[in-house]
């Protein structure tokens, strides 16, 4: 049986060779992807392993291509003089300094994933014509940019190894926690060659110290040779400058995308003007990075761009770089770095553009992302934001920066609860946009106010008018998903399942693949009763993110729902393993042993569910059920009843526990519940009528 391989070795050369021998048995060969974040940064690798197989599959699947164009694009437009151009939206046609929506760690995820899926779909449909996959080798794996790095775990985990067989080569330096993970668990580790020597370089033989120097520059700083790294450390640094230059000069003329990102940003960097044109560079670097959302790249890129700017003479520049590395820290969770920067910038500077910046994101980290959350202290911050937006001297700007930021109070006071505020906040936005702009200026701002709007409309009970703006957005900004699966939640709560699916639908085919697209359209595809289409959406998303416990336990109960006890138990297992103290899963694991009927275990499920949330109305009513069962009435009853204080009068609680009554030998008490319960809405009619006959009956009145 196959498996995949990962390769250590000191020396490239063999370590290279090492990892296309593991491959010898494919009848395919090996696709040898370098992927030092220095040549091409996010996607290093990657971009060379679809440069490999997309045109074969755009010959024989062109459908599989189209289906994943928008991710196999996102990340690396270079691309696209194989496959045509990623579809246009109003992100990606918006100014920068327009951009008011940008994307983080967890889209690039999800463009990853994407990737994932069309590499797996195309082997999986090599290998049902007969054809195999040549194997994959991701060689330089510790100096590979994060982005790179997750996207080899997330394949090495999905990858049926049978099918497509990945190679993850490098010195056997540290690697981040989840590609460790995956390597342990599903690979084989083979050592190539012995420890490096001194003797053992890359390098020709009586190579002289200037030409160590000029092949570690020539190869971007990726060489892990020790005599050219030692040649280069000591050179001379006017020498060792000059040659940066050439190398950018030479890049400079056909420089990509990801090149002007990579290797270009780093030879500018290091050469002979680092404060000048090394400053251009990594800011320019760091705005690619900045549009298409990859946060670690932008972090890194702010730090560097800081250390080679002069603060007073280049405040813009040292401001956006420490700026958005603050904005990027957010998706990483690097929340205290992120607040330090900004009040670095704040300490540093009394400009008030500067000030109005950094109060507006300090008042989101308290109010979006700090925990516990802090609106009151959000509020003191976004009201500098706003007060320095009003006084800014220039009337465009001070037009688009108070409804810019009138939108950020608007957003605390939702959280705080004032949902009318904030709704006449973001119209007056929209109204002062629309009286003084023309339709084609800062329309990517103008589109997410309206969004902000119809959120604020369905949280107030006003969907139909919510339903309108989400309809006018499609139009808007069609490849926008977000757009559909909110207008797909409005068709839900009308009941109208044939139409939240064509949206569900519709947004699957254009979006990358979210977990939570998926998961929803799971959803209403259980509630419509289409359990297997449900089934199958649920499976994708634990093929994708296998530690999504919500998704795990919707997948147990549908699973429990069909009988299928087995399947379902191995849900909340599995979800247990990741949280064993989870009250959901607990419940759930009580449920499936109450099915069973293993009446004990059941209840100690339970009765550990209830420790964990002493109020979680399901784990009540399923141990009133086994107390039932189980003859202890009293239980049963005051289960039920604590079940009552916690959800209000349901009509199915008081039901059970108008039964329950009755069997304790109390009928009045029980055909109380029993009128009660007829009296409310989604009752079971002729179940109460039928059990509070039988009270009757019981009770001698005929």
């Not at 220095?38 to 024989?60: E, F, H």
């Not at 090149?259 to 000048?276: F, K, M, V, W």
């Not at 519709?506 to 990358?512: G, I, K």
Request: proline letters at 5%; aromatic letters at 6%.
């Amino acid at each position: 049986m196959a498996s995949h391989t990962r390769v250590i070795g000191a020396v490239p050369a063999d370590r290279r060779r090492a990892a296309v021998a593991a491959a010898d048995d494919g009848p395919a060969g090996a696709v040898v992807a370098l992927c030092h974040r220095n040549r091409r940064g996010p996607y290093t690798g990657v971009d060379t392993v679809l440069r490999a197989v997309l045109p074969d599959a755009a010959d024989r699947w062109p459908d599989l291509v189209e289906q994943h164009r928008v991710e196999l694009l996102y990340g690396m437009p270079e691309l696209e003089d194989l496959i045509g151009p990623a579809p246009r939206t109003l992100a990606s046609e918006a100014p920068f300094m327009e951009r008011t929506r940008f994307y983080g760690s967890s889209m690039i995820r999800c463009m990853s994933q994407g990737v994932v899926s069309f590499l797996v779909e195309y082997a999986t449909a090599l290998h049902a014509a007969g054809k195999a996959m040549p194997v994959l080798v991701f060689d330089e794996i510790e100096a590979a940019e994060a982005t790179t790095q997750e996207f080899v775990a997330l394949l090495i985990r999905r990858a049926d190894p049978d099918v497509l067989r990945v190679v993850a080569s490098g010195s056997g330096g540290p690697l981040p926690a989840e590609l460790e993970a995956m390597l342990d668990a599903r690979a084989v580790t083979v050592t190539a060659g012995p420890p490096r020597s001194a003797a053992a370089t890359g390098s020709p033989a009586h190579a002289t110290e200037a030409e160590l120097v000029e092949a570690f520059v020539a190869g971007d700083g990726t060489s892990e040779d020790p005599e050219e790294i030692r040649a280069y450390q000591q050179a001379d640094p006017g020498v060792v400058a000059a040659l940066h230059d050439r190398r950018a000069d030479e890049l400079a003329s056909k420089a990509t995308w990801s090149t002007r990102i990579g290797a270009l940003a780093y030879h500018r960097e290091h050469g002979s003007d680092p404060a000048g044109a090394g400053r251009l560079a990594l800011l320019d670097a760091q705005r690619c990075g900045v549009a298409a959302g990859f946060s670690a790249l932008v972090v890194d890129l702010g730090h560097r761009g800081r250390a080679v700017t002069d603060p007073v003479r280049d405040e813009h520049d040292f401001w956006e770089f420490t700026y958005q590395a603050a904005a990027a820290c957010v998706p990483l969770n690097l929340l205290d770095e992120s607040l330090e920067l900004y009040l670095d910038l704040l300490r540093r500077y009394s400009t008030p553009k500067v000030h109005m910046t950094c109060h507006y994101s300090i008042a989101m980290l308290y109010t979006r992302f700090f925990q516990p959350r802090d609106h009151e202290a959000a509020v003191r911050w976004q009201n500098t934001a706003i007060a320095i937006a009003g006084l800014l001297p220039d009337p465009g700007e001070e037009l688009t920066f108070s409804v810019f930021q009138a939108n950020g109070m608007a957003l605390i006071q939702m959280h705080r609860g004032n949902l009318a505020g904030a709704l006449e906040l973001v119209e007056g936005g929209i109204a002062r946009l629309d009286a003084h702009l023309a339709p084609d200026q800062w329309v990517l701002h103008r589109s997410q106010l309206l969004y902000n709007r119809a959120r604020l409309l369905v949280a107030m009970g006003r969907s139909d008018e919510a339903f309108e703006d989400y309809t006018t957005l499609i139009g808007l900004d069609p490849y926008y998903t977000d757009y559909l699966s909110e207008r797909a939640r409005i068709f839900r709560m009308r009941g109208d399942f044939a139409a939240a699916l064509a949206d569900y639908d519709r947004a699957v085919e254009l979006a990358p693949p979210y977990p939570e697209l998926f998961y929803n359209r799971g959803t209403a595809r259980q509630e419509a009763g289409d359990l297997d289409g449900a089934l199958a959406d649920f499976d994708f998303v634990l093929a994708m993110e296998p530690d999504d416990i919500d998704t795990r336990l919707t997948r147990a109960d549908v699973r429990l729902g069909r009988g299928d006890l087995d399947a379902a138990e191995a849900d909340v297992e599995a979800g247990l393993a990741l949280r064993p103290g989870d009250p959901r899963l607990l419940c759930m694991r009580g449920t499936i042993l109450l099915q069973r009927e293993l009446l004990d275990e059941a209840v100690a499920a339970l009765d550990a569910a209830l420790a964990a949330d002493p109020k979680y109305p399901a784990a009540l009513v399923n141990r009133a059920v086994a107390a039932y069962q189980q003859d202890r009435f009293e239980a049963a009853v005051a289960d039920l009843t604590a079940t009552l204080a916690i959800v209000g009068e349901d009509p199915d609680v008081l039901l059970n526990r108008g039964i329950a009554h009755r069997a304790a030998g109390r009928p009045a008490l029980a055909l109380a519940d029993f009128d009660r319960a007829l009296t409310l809405p989604d009752a079971d009619l002729d179940e109460l009528r039928r059990e509070r006959g039988r009270t009757l009956v019981e009770a001698g009145d005929r």
